[in-house]
């Protein structure tokens, strides 16, 4: 993974006339050409939900729909961002005066969260801002990343705006934790995918460190992607962050237990079963024991843990769940370590390619969004009647992707069976409604894997 990777290449076909258009509007704005074109593409997580930030591996695919901005250095350090979209408002600063506040999650900030992630990375005294024309085709709120490849794209302009070289690894690492700055406490799952995935290959992405390694799938395999329409920005709500903050009292709970085991070391899952060296099957056990299934109150996670709540917001808490008052530790850490479990046998079994691959990436697919929607609880109703109908409608297994609490749901289907899975769901869920029926072209595809984030020369 070096710099080098991010050389320029020519723009591709498909992507010619995009590129036009917004060569063109860059010109209208800016009364001048661009420098150079850079793109993120967004993702679908195949499996894999809401265990990056407890430490443990994923497996998703970056998708064809992406952030592609138009883009020139400007030597006075200004930045100024357009959306082709009218719904999104022009934006200008100062690229030494970066402030990103927490309350609204407005596009641009999260263009300032690359561009300030970069920036804080190099100690130079002459920064360049830059100028950008941005298109973005990921759906928002849909649960296919469109925030992070905002951040990676601004990120790999604030990169060749200023000539600053970065290997793609530092860059994962960067894009994943200034995307904090937002508000949200994700792990870093969508940046690695949308800034190192191949096209035709899934990514098993492992953390701390960071390492990346090609899935093949099965050959008759295809995956559908379907939005439920049901949208939810997890910068807006704090659910996102409820589930870190119990994922990370959970794991200082159980690591509390142990008397070999210093807790206030702890903040993630995975961290407990590293150092006892368990199995995932003993995590579970572990979990079984320890952990009660009724709600934890505060109180009672103070007590259990020897603190105050004042003490409790500085080792467990972040801004937006200091108020939370109950905590299902129990069913959250039941699904992290499973979900766990289940990254590493969907990998298996595209190493191993036995004859009923099929039926068996189906069921652990199945199997992980069952565990998303009882025991992390982060569904929607619209998504499990999605999901429902995806089954009914010839797919061999079908879950929720993303965050979730609404977003898409993502289907493996024999290759054969494509079309009349699309079918079936645009007529049974699309059609269905007034409201979805408009909709339906952008929000129901099949999808293959495709590339990752680039430079185009103009
Ligand atoms: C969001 C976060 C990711 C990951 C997923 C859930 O997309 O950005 O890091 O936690 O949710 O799997």
């Not at 100024?80 to 100062?94: I, Q």
Request: glycine fraction near 6%.
């Amino acid at each position: 993974m070096a710099s080098e990777n991010f050389c320029q290449i020519p723009i591709p076909d498909n992507r010619k006339e995009r590129c036009e258009q917004l060569r063109q509007k860059f010109l209208n704005k800016f009364g001048e050409e661009p420098a150079f074109f850079a793109r993120a593409p967004g993702r679908v997580n195949l499996i894999g939900e809401h265990v990056d930030y407890c430490g443990y591996s994923v497996l998703p695919m970056a998708i064809e729909q992406d952030i592609l901005m138009a883009v020139s250095p400007d030597d006075s350090g200004k930045l100024s961002f357009v959306n082709v979209d009218p719904n999104y408002d022009d934006f200008t600063g100062d690229v030494m005066q970066i402030r990103i506040t927490k309350d609204d999650p407005q596009w641009y900030k999260y263009m300032l969260c690359g561009v300030l992630g970069v920036k804080e990375n190099f100690c130079s005294l002459i920064v360049q801002g830059f100028k950008a024309v941005v298109s973005g085709t990921i759906p928002p709120s849909a649960g296919l990343s469109s925030s992070s490849a905002l951040v990676c794209c601004a990120a790999l302009a604030m990169l060749q705006a200023n000539s600053w070289p970065m290997s793609k690894e530092k860059l994962c690492e960067i894009c994943a934790s200034c995307e904090h700055y937002i508000g949200t406490e994700g792990g870093g799952m969508d940046q690695a995918i949308s800034l190192t995935a191949s096209p035709g290959k899934a990514k098993h992405i492992e953390f701390n460190p960071l390492r990346t390694t090609d899935v093949q799938l099965p050959k008759n395999v295809a995956f559908v992607v379907s939005n439920s329409l049901a949208q939810m920005n997890k910068a807006a709500t704090p659910y996102f962050n409820i589930r870190v903050v119990e994922c990370r009292i959970a794991a200082q709970i159980l690591a509390k237990s142990r008397p070999s085991l210093q807790w206030r070391e702890i903040k993630r899952l995975g961290e407990v079963q590293s150092r006892l060296g368990f199995s995932l099957d003993a995590m579970l056990g572990l979990v079984e024991s320890t952990l009660h299934k009724e709600p934890y109150s505060k109180a009672e996670v103070c007590k259990l843990l020897g603190i105050s709540p004042e003490e409790l917001a500085e080792t467990s808490l972040s801004t937006n769940t200091r108020d939370v008052e109950s905590f299902l530790l129990y069913q959250r850490a039941t699904h992290v370590y499973s979900e766990a479990k289940r990254v590493l046998a969907f990998k298996s079994v595209c190493d191993s390619q036995p004859p009923d691959a099929l039926e068996q990436l189906g069921r652990l697919m199945d199997e992980s969004h069952a565990s998303c929607r009882d025991m992390y609880e982060c569904s929607h109703p619209d998504l499990d009647t999605l999901v429902e109908l995806c089954k009914k409608n010839g797919a061999q297994g079908s879950r929720m992707t993303g965050a979730g609490w609404g977003g898409c749901a993502v289907s493996i289907v024999h290759s054969d069976r494509v079309d009349t899975l699309l079918a079936g769901v645009r007529e049974q869920y699309y059609s269905a409604s007034s409201d979805r029926a408009g909709k339906v072209a952008s929000a129901l595809f099949a999808t293959v894997p495709g590339g990752g984030a680039a430079y185009y020369s103009v």
